[in-house]
């Protein structure tokens, strides 16, 4: 591989051109809100993806706090700050492409505060500077923000092949304040294709694209993050006798956009979190999302950001998970759902403090659950409607569910064996099972139920099939249940 040394010239230019086929680069925690600031010191002194080479201070805190005006950008409740002779870099799994045009984009913020700071941006390829651009105070208002950019093409003079990083920089000078950055964007163009760097083993593993023996993928050893080991997977094709393991080992990565598992052969690939609390964090309304098929998805906590009708593990569009194992989901509006003839196997999964369901099915999607935990859903714990299908067996275990422990409505169907437990809020507004509308019907065999609610309550035509309740219990699950719907 050539390597150049030596000062190269620098580009830099005011705006972007438009180019036709750009593509984003994933930059981890590019809007710095993945780091959760502490309320006693009101800031952080690392962020999450960036390395500190500096020697000034460094970290994430609230803009609006520190004396900004947001003046209409996103994402911006929480930026990065640069103290002087702060440094933060960040090495891209990309490499430099002749003919390629990289186009970095980004927010700068003046706070009223301060006066004198600068933000130096940079990108960079082995150590050399190929386009940069300083911003300075004097060109902002005072509590505004201005969105800035850099864009070179790369040639034949520069360090082809070597890994592109970015840089934010705010020099030392007598007059320096503090600086700050944010909504980090960049983008790759022109007439070569942008190439993600590939571990040396994969050449032996990997033949003309098809996969040649059984692959373990390490992250971030091998890929920053599952997103870019799924782009390299994209085009590979998987034999029936080969499997692919995607190993978590580094976690507390952020996703602005959901993991969509739609690969051909994703029956015969795992996702697999290493360690204990394995989190990876979601800023999208959906988490995982499978539309054709996975086998395995094990040991991860899928935390979400709460936004509206978002699913942190989804199977849909026909799509196959054949097994979700000892993982949390958390923060969506739902947990867990199928829908679309979806089809997903829990076992050990807990699911909790989502802002409406925990395990949900619908439109002909099913879910089948061992040994699960639905609790602290800010709505039900179970959730069947519009002909989705639930079935759990092995002690399922519903609590703290503030709505109901089980909804079933509009011809939806929830099948239960071995010890529904229900142990529900004491509120005599929450109900353990509600059944309403045409066709939803229910089989509880050796029910549990704790909560001082009625235990059953229906109407239209719901059915409600209960079989060896626990007598012990004055308000356990009672055989061939029916109430009709007061209202």
């Keep these: ?28 925690n590019h809007t710095f809100e993945f780091d959760r600031i502490p309320f006693e010191t009101q800031k952080t002194e690392a962020i999450s993806g960036w390395v500190n080479t500096g020697n000034g201070a460094i970290g994430i805190e609230v803009p609006l706090g520190g004396g900004f005006i947001y003046n209409g950008f996103d994402n911006l409740s929480q930026a990065a700050y640069l103290e002087q002779g702060g440094r933060i870099s960040q090495a891209l799994n990309l490499d430099l492409q002749k003919g390629e045009t990289y186009t970095l984009s980004y927010n700068v913020g003046r706070p009223l505060s301060e006066t004198g700071h600068s933000v130096v941006a940079r990108i960079k390829a082995n150590g050399l500077v190929l386009a940069q651009k300083q911003t300075h105070a004097t060109s902002l208002e005072a509590g505004d923000w201005t969105t800035e950019s850099i864009t070179f093409t790369a040639t034949e003079a520069m360090p082809l092949g070597e890994a592109v990083a970015i840089e934010f920089y705010n020099p030392p000078s007598a007059s320096g304040s503090k600086a700050h950055i944010d909504n980090v964007q960049l983008t790759v163009a022109g007439t070569g294709e942008a190439q993600l760097i590939v571990s040396e083993k994969f050449k032996d593993a990997v033949v003309e694209n098809i ?47 959901p993991l969509y598992i739609n690969h051909p052969q994703g029956d015969q690939m795992s996702i697999i979190g290493q360690g204990a609390n394995c989190n990876i964090v979601f800023g999208s309304a959906d988490g995982i999302v499978v539309t054709t098929a996975l086998k395995k ?26 097994r979700v194992e000892t993982s949390q989901v958390s923060s969506f509006s739902a947990g867990t759902s199928a829908d679309e003839k979806g089809y997903a196997f829990h076992s050990g999964t807990v699911s909790h403090s989502n802002t409406k369901d925990g395990f949900h099915a619908e439109l002909g999607g099913g879910l089948v659950m061992n040994a699960i935990r639905s609790h602290d859903n800010i709505q039900n714990g179970f959730h069947a409607n519009n002909l989705g299908a639930l079935y759990s067996y092995n002690n399922p275990y519903l609590f703290g569910n503030s709505l109901n422990a089980v909804l079933i409505e509009d011809s939806g169907y929830s099948w239960t064996t071995v010890h529904l437990q229900i142990h529900d809020s004491n509120d005599i507004d929450t109900e353990s099972i509600h059944m309403s509308f045409l066709g939803a019907s229910s089989y509880i065999y050796n029910g549990y139920n704790s909560s001082y609610q009625a235990v059953l309550r229906g109407n239209y035509s719901s059915l409600i099939y209960t079989v060896h309740h626990s007598p012990s219990n004055q308000n356990a699950i009672s055989n061939n249940s029916y109430t009709p719907d007061p209202y």
């Design 1 to 28: 591989m050539k390597k150049t040394t030596g000062l190269l010239p620098l580009f830099c230019v005011m705006s972007s051109p438009a180019f036709v086929n750009a593509q984003e680069i994933a930059v981890l």
């Design 211 to 257: 996969v040649t023996t059984d692959l373990a993928i390490n992250i971030p050893e091998d890929f920053d993050n599952l997103q870019l080991a799924l782009n390299y997977l994209d085009d590979k094709i998987i034999p029936a006798n080969r499997q692919i393991t995607l190993n978590v080992n580094e976690c507390g990565t952020y996703y602005d956009n």
């Design 297 to 322: 998805l094990a040991g991860l906590n899928v935390v979400g950001s709460g936004k509206e009708g978002g699913i942190g593990i989804k199977a849909t569009d026909a799509g196959a998970l054949y």
